[in-house]
C-alpha cells in the first residue's frame, strides 16, 4: 500500500463491521444533447465506524453525486452500496445516518426552537434540548430562521441531523460560504460529538478543513480516489511551496537547477517553480539571476492533486513492475522441448 493508501488513521478495526462500503460505484448523467458524461466513476470506499473522513476534491469531482448515492437519494447505475450493512434507504429510515446537506429543508419563518421541536416528534425519544445544545444553537432558540446567518442555518441543520441519534453524519460541504468563525464554531460543534464515536464523513473543499479534523483524508477527482490516507501523508505530499518570477527562459532554466526544484511551469509572462526548498530557489533567483517580482505562495490544492496522483501512477507503475518481476523469478524455468521420435 502507498502512503496514501495507508488506511492507518482509523479508529475503528478491521473486525468491525463497516459504516458504509460502496464498491465499484459508478454514475453517469446525460445532457439536452443525449451526451453521456461519468461524474463517479468506479468509486470504491470502505468507512468504518468511528471514523472521522474527509472527502476532499475540485469542484465537479463528484463528491455531492457520490454523497447522494451513499444516502440512497440516487441511484448508482453500477455498483453496490451498504449502509451498515443493509441498503442506504433502510438505514437512513432507521435512524443510523443522518445528513446535513448544503441547503434547504428549513421554514424561514418557524424559530429554531420550533423548528428543532416540530421535526424532533417525527422521531421518537428525540431529546431536542440535547440535540441544540450539541449543535451550539441553544442560544438562538428564539430567533427566526430567516434571521439566522448561513453558519447559524448549518448549525441548525446539524441539530435536526442529530435528532434520530445516527451513528453516522454526512456532511456536504456544511461550512460553504461561512466566515472563519462560523467555520470554527460549527467544527467545534462537530468535533465534540465525532468525539463521542459518531461517524463523520464531510465533503469539503477546503485543504485546512480536512486536515484539522478529518484522521483520515479520501481525494477524489473525475469521480474516482486518487488517494487515501492520513491527513499528515496527504500533508507531506503537498508540503513545498510554488515560487513565481518575472524571468528569462535562460536563467529560468539555470535556476531550474538547484536542488529541490521539482517542475516548473510558464503562465503569462509569470515561471513558476514548484519545489520542496523555496529559501534555496530565492537565493539563487535573487543572487545570481535577474528575476523580477518575485513571489512565494503555498502549494494549491490542484498542485497538490497533481502531485498526488503523479506520485499514485508511479506507484502504480512500480508496483506493477515489482509484481511483474516475482512473477518472472518464481516461474520455474522452462524445460527444452523433448523430441518424439517420429
Ligand atoms: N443531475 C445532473 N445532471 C447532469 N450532470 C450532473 C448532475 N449532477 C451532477 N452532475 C455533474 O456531475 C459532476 C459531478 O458533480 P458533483 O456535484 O457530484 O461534484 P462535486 O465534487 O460535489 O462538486 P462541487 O464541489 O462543485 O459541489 C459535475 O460535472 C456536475 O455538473
Redesign the pocket.
Known amino acids: 500500500m502507498t502512503d496514501y493508501q495507508d488506511r492507518t488513521a482509523s479508529r475503528g478495526t478491521a473486525s468491525e463491521p463497516l459504516a458504509a462500503e460502496l464498491t465499484g460505484v459508478v454514475?453517469r448523467?446525460?445532457?439536452a444533447k443525449g451526451e453521456v458524461?461519468t461524474?463517479?466513476d468506479g468509486l470504491d470506499l470502505r468507512i468504518r465506524r468511528g471514523e472521522v473522513v474527509a472527502f476532499l476534491?475540485?469542484?465537479?469531482?463528484?463528491?455531492?453525486?457520490?454523497?447522494?448515492i451513499l444516502l440512497g437519494l440516487?441511484r448508482p447505475d453500477e455498483g453496490e452500496v451498504r449502509l451498515f450493512g443493509t441498503d442506504p434507504e433502510r438505514a437512513v429510515r432507521a435512524g443510523r445516518v443522518a445528513a446535513v446537506l448544503?441547503s434547504g429543508g428549513l421554514l424561514p419563518d418557524l424559530t429554531v426552537e420550533a423548528t428543532v421541536r416540530m421535526l424532533a416528534s417525527l422521531h421518537p425519544g428525540a431529546d431536542p434540548e440535547r440535540c441544540m445544545h450539541r449543535a451550539g444553537v441553544t442560544e438562538l432558540r428564539d430567533r427566526r430562521v430567516a434571521a439566522c446567518s448561513g453558519g447559524e442555518q448549518q448549525r441548525l441543520r446539524f441539530a435536526l441531523a442529530l435528532l434520530p441519534k445516527p451513528d453516522f453524519l454526512v456532511l456536504?460541504?456544511p461550512t460553504?460560504g461561512m466566515d472563519v468563525v462560523a467555520r470554527r464554531d460549527f467544527w467545534a460543534a462537530v468535533r465534540e460529538d465525532a468525539a463521542r464515536g459518531t461517524t463523520v464523513m464531510f465533503?469539503t473543499?477546503y485543504m485546512e478543513e480536512a486536515d484539522q479534523f478529518a484522521d483520515r483524508v479520501v481525494m477524489?477527482d473525475k469521480?474516482a480516489v486518487v488517494a487515501d490516507g492520513s491527513a499528515s501523508s496527504i500533508r507531506a505530499a503537498i508540503s513545498g511551496r510554488t515560487v513565481s518570477a518575472l524571468i528569462s527562459p535562460y536563467e529560468a532554466e539555470l535556476a531550474a537547477r538547484t536542488p529541490g526544484v521539482r517542475a516548473t511551469s510558464v503562465r503569462g509572462e509569470r515561471t513558476y517553480f514548484s519545489c520542496a526548498d523555496s529559501d534555496a530557489l530565492l537565493r539563487v533567483l535573487v543572487g545570481e539571476t535577474r528575476a523580477r517580482e518575485v513571489e512565494v505562495a503555498p502549494r494549491s490544492l490542484e498542485e497538490a492533486f497533481l502531485a498526488i496522483t503523479e506520485n499514485a501512477r508511479a506507484d502504480r507503475e512500480a508496483r506493477a513492475d515489482r509484481e511483474a518481476r516475482a512473477v518472472r523469478e518464481a516461474r520455474p524455468a522452462t524445460p527444452a522441448p523433448v523430441k518424439e521420435n517420429a
Open positions: 454514475k448523467f446525460e445532457n458524461f461524474a463517479v476534491g475540485p469542484n465537479g469531482a463528484g463528491k455531492t453525486t457520490s454523497i447522494d440516487t448544503q456536504d460541504e460553504a465533503a473543499h477524489v469521480g
